[in-house]
């Protein structure tokens, strides 16, 4: 039996176009594009096309605005330390938020290991930051901002435009990571007013190992890599041009098919949404629904913990993900969720269900039916049913 | 992460769920902020488990851990049910996850709790009971927060443990 899978949020299948595109860049055997001869000129040229796709995703106004890396964490760590260590002269403040991704929070940790100095804001019960609170934050030391578009555990969407109204009076850089919404939802990186933003290919159906970071004009940022010329000085190392290929056709393919893609994958968490109170009971939605993700679901099961959720699903062939403590190996349940505000048992048993355009409703119909026997046998054996 | 056949037929199918109404000891560990909590249920007859049940909050492996717990002290005596630990218990699972080790590997903690239980109603001694949400009793667990590892006490704000110099992720 093949598992369906509905957990795009942590890995999406390579789209056969793409595969297509990366098998025949692997047959062409590609020069460096850094070369000065005929084969570095042919790799030189299918960057570029790669970059023009790309940069046509996410509306940039130069396709030199793009820089390639090796994918999301790269760029975050790229954007958050390169713009500190660039701007140091001018403060050592950074402002961001409680709900941020741990390549957010961990390379602003390591700053402020470096006598950096961090105001990390909370967000409301949807798991969204008031925009007067980022400007309440902002001192005249600030450097950077970094908020990111969309939560990967809860799906809400920050308010990126109102926050860069604010950066841009204070002349403040403003990165956000966009990873989970580049490709999956339309991203304009001049309506948002970003300075810099963080994506990565496969969230849009592209390979893992390749992502990119929007840098507009003038911004000032150090290369995290050090080393050749590469991507005009900005990150060293030859690029991975089978990857990056792939990422081109992938974006070229996202940007095509936005509308239609948006579309399905509504139409199914709306189909879970509606039907799942049919099925069980004692559950609560987080985040936002209404305005965050449209392909992202996140749902807190009472009395039950999340990673025997998972595990049955899985025997049964659906595949979702959880943040229980107990599933990542981490301590505590997630972060995201104690900031919205659920309390640790209500956390562990949270699962996101991501659909992806390969699905169908009856995929969702099938889940919600083995979700349903699921939900029972482990509440039957929860001794929280008994105090709840 | 992959457990053993038996971890996932003890997890699948559970033996021993449920509560014993008008048991002669109940023991409880664990708590919902670690993410595992267990109660063990006990009739005792002739200083023997006459019967067992569980109910369990937990990831697979806490499940599994209870339900292979109860059935090995199904029947033996009070002498004998002591002596399980919760590296028998393991053992009998075909071995767990290493980080599975500490953190849902509680069974046998449980049990001998619901024996002093037994035996501490039989001597007349009265125990008090801690309240699961008591905010008091969650902050207290908060301060022992151990390493899911190795077990060596840690504090919240770290990411890895000196004692088995494990890396302790906070998200993916």
């Known amino acids: 039996m093949t598992a369906v899978n509905l957990d795009h949020i942590s890995a999406n299948p390579l789209l056969l176009e793409v595969q297509e595109a990366m098998i025949g860049a692997i047959r062409k055997n590609y020069g460096n594009p850094s070369s000065q001869n005929a084969a570095g000129e042919e790799a030189l040229e299918a960057l570029d096309a790669a970059r023009q796709s790309v940069s046509q995703l996410i509306h940039c106004k130069n396709e030199k605005e793009i820089v390639f890396t090796s994918g999301g964490t790269e760029s975050v760590n790229h954007a958050i330390k390169g713009v500190a260590f660039a701007n140091a002269d001018k403060g050592k403040h950074i402002v961001t938020t409680n709900v941020e991704h741990g390549s957010v929070t961990k390379s602003i940790k ?5 006598g950096y100095s961090v105001t990390s804001l909370s967000v409301d019960a949807k798991g969204r930051v008031d925009p007067a609170e980022v400007e309440k934050a902002i001192t005249d030391e600030t450097i950077l901002v970094s908020v990111m578009h969309s939560n990967n555990e809860i799906g809400t969407i920050q308010p990126i435009e109102e926050i860069s109204k604010i950066t841009k009076a204070r002349k403040i850089i403003l990165h956000s990571d966009a990873v989970d919404s580049v490709g999956v939802v339309p991203i304009d990186v001049q309506k948002l007013g970003v300075d810099v933003m963080s994506f990565a290919s496969n969230p849009y159906y592209g390979p893992t190992g390749a992502g990119g970071l929007y840098i507009r004009r003038g911004v000032g940022i150090w290369p995290i890599l050090d080393g ?3 991507e005009r000085n900005k990150r060293a190392g030859s690029e991975n041009l089978i990857g990056i290929i792939g990422m081109g056709v ?9 509308d239609q893609r948006v579309a399905h994958v509504k139409q199914l968490t709306d189909l879970f949404l509606k039907e799942l109170p049919n ?3 004692d559950y609560y939605i987080n985040g936002d629904p209404e305005n965050g993700l449209p392909n992202l679901v996140s749902v807190a099961i009472k009395y039950i913990e999340g990673e025997s959720i998972v595990l049955m699903l899985d025997d049964d062939g659906y595949i979702v993900s959880t943040r229980s403590a107990c599933a990542t190996g981490s301590l505590r349940a997630s ?6 505000g659920l309390d640790h048992a ?3 048993g949270t699962i996101v269900v991501t659909p992806g355009i390969e699905n169908s409703p009856e995929d969702i119909m099938g ?7 699921i939900v029972k046998s482990l509440r039957d054996i929860s001794p929280l049913c008994r105090i709840g | 992460m992959m457990y053993s056949k038996a971890v996932m037929d003890h997890f699948r199918n559970p033996r021993n769920v449920g509560v014993i109404e008008d048991p002669d000891g109940v023991g409880e560990v664990g708590n919902p902020i670690c993410g595992d909590m267990m109660t063990i249920y006990l009739k005792i007859e002739d200083d023997r488990v006459k019967d067992i049940k569980f109910q369990t909050f937990g990831c697979g492996s806490a499940i599994a851990v209870s339900s292979m717990l109860t059935e090995m002290a199904q029947g033996k005596s009070l002498e004998e049910a002591k002596k399980i630990t919760n590296k028998d218990v393991a053992k009998a699972l075909e071995g ?14 449980a049990l001998h709790l619901a024996i002093k239980d037994y035996e501490d109603k039989k001597a007349g001694i009265k125990r008090p009971e801690p309240d699961p949400q008591d905010e008091e009793f969650e902050q207290k667990h908060c301060e022992n927060l151990l390493c899911p590892y190795c077990d060596a006490q840690i504090s919240e704000d770290v990411n890895f443990c000196k004692a088995c110099q494990s890396e302790l992720e906070e998200s993916h």
Do not use: E, W
């Open chain 1, 346 to 348: 209500d956390a562990q």
């Open chain 1, 279 to 281: 099925y069980i009971d």
């Open chain 2, 96 to 109: 767990l996850p290493k980080n599975k080790m500490h953190c849902s590997n509680l069974g046998a903690d």
């Open chain 1, 228 to 230: 050749g010329v590469q």
């Open chain 1, 250 to 258: 992938a974006a070229d393919l996202a940007a095509t098919h936005m």
């Open chain 1, 335 to 340: 972060h995201v969720l104690m900031s919205i």
């Open chain 1, 110 to 114: 390591r700053l402020s290991q470096l």
């Open chain 1, 367 to 373: 889940f919600l039916k083995a979700l349903k026997n």
